[in-house]
T-cell receptor, first 111, second 113 residues
Framework: DAKTTQPTSMDCAEGRAANLPCNHS???????VYWYRQIHSQGPQYIIH???NNETNEMASLIITEDRKSSTLILPHATLRDTAVYYC????????????FGGGTRLMVKP | DTAVSQTPKYLVTQMGNDKSIKCEQN?????MYWYKQDSKKFLKIMFS???????INETVPNRFSPKSPDKAHLNLHINSLELGDSAVYFC????????????FGQGTRLTVV
């Protein structure tokens, strides 16, 4: 699986959009970008994933650059409950879910 | 209903003991996993198992063994516990295949004293 690079931490004001970047410059053509988050003392939670196109669901939006070397997870209206560690993971979609977690980005949403 | 449940939530035990952590999923998934999260908060895959194949992370000591009585359960047995085994262990499940997401349990905090 390709390696990802994320900022260690970020702050966001409550109600504002949180934009979490991820670099994956060595991604190959058949690798997907997945985002999970881990709220304190809980298990990781799936957020969204994509291959080439931008994706949106009820939790977030995923913007993938045209060259696929980076992506941004967008939480459109961050709430205090979105405070968590966010993990960007690149993996082959036929490799099961043996996810390789990096250090992630610790997002702190502040009132 | 909890999708992936682990028991116990907390486990404190002495070095040298043998212990088990149970995991059950009610999602009808065919693949289950164990992950370890150490004190530095890094999550590492330990095992991936479905009814056809067990994949073991080569860094996992053979004191750790997964046991699956049926497709809905994947228990983790640990023999001769060591201080370094102290961590939070997460069970997860998914369907094996394309476009699938993993569902994680709430974790079991193991403390070896």
């Amino acid at each position: 699986d390709a390696k990802t690079t994320q900022p260690t931490s970020m702050d966001c004001a409550e109600g504002r959009a949180a934009n979490l970047p991820c670099n994956h410059s060595t991604i190959s053509g058949n690798e997907y970008v997945y985002w999970y988050r881990q709220i304190h003392s809980q298990g990781p939670q799936y957020i969204i994933h994509g291959l080439k196109n931008n994706e949106t669901n009820e939790m977030a939006s995923l913007i993938i650059t045209e060259d696929r070397k980076s992506s941004t997870l967008i939480l459109p209206h961050a709430t205090l409950r979105d405070t968590a560690v966010y993990y960007c993971i690149v993996r082959l979609n036929n490799a099961g879910n043996m996810l390789t977690f990096g250090g992630g980005t610790r997002l702190m949403v502040k009132p | 209903d909890t999708a992936v449940s682990q028991t116990p939530k907390y486990l404190v035990t002495q070095m040298g003991n043998d212990k088990s952590i149970k995991c059950e999923q009610n999602l009808g998934h065919d693949t289950m996993y164990w992950y370890k999260q150490d004190s530095k908060k890094f999550l590492k895959i330990m095992f991936s198992y479905n009814n056809k194949e067990l994949i073991i992370n080569e860094t996992v000591p053979n004191r750790f063994s997964p046991k699956s009585p049926d497709k809905a359960h994947l228990n983790l047995h640990i023999n001769s516990l060591e201080l370094g085994d102290s961590a939070v262990y997460f069970c997860a499940s998914s369907l094996l295949g394309v476009n699938t997401e993993a569902f994680f349990g709430q974790g079991t905090r193991l403390t070896v004293v």
